[in-house]
């Protein structure tokens, strides 16, 4: 399956195939990722995949997709419309760059401590 990995800390965007989705997915994310959790979609077949346990891990560097920071490494997935199954992704290299501010892992780790340390209430959502 064609899809694009975001590689935050070579700050490089590039096509790779996935013969076994999950499992490709979590090498490619790497910093021991087992499970893996939609961070947004981009368009109606497309969605970015991250690492559901990012933040417990220290020292990555990490990105901004429009308004949105995630931590670590991202692979983008297509999807079927009609039966759900996975799918070659649809969306280009140039429209996910477009969208992608790079952090270092400095300003990541004091983004990661803010979200780790903020207390959760049901106020905050």
């Known amino acids: 399956m064609k899809s694009i990995l975001i590689n935050s800390e070579t700050r490089e965007v590039k096509e790779v195939t996935l013969t076994d989705v999950l499992k490709d997915t979590y090498e490619l994310i790497g910093a021991n ?62 429209d996910v760059n477009s969208k992608i501010q790079w952090i270092n892992a400095d300003i990541s780790s004091r983004i990661r401590e803010r979200v780790m340390n903020r207390p959760f209430t049901f106020q905050s959502l």
């Open 33 to 94: 990722c087992s499970l893996v959790e939609t961070g947004e979609y981009i368009s109606k077949s497309d969605t970015l995949m991250i690492n559901e346990e990012g933040y417990f891990n220290e020292g990555l560097c990490g990105f901004f997709f429009g308004e949105n920071f995630y931590y670590g490494n991202a692979v983008v997935w297509g999807m079927n419309r009609n039966s759900g199954d996975n799918a070659d992704c649809s969306v280009s290299i140039e």
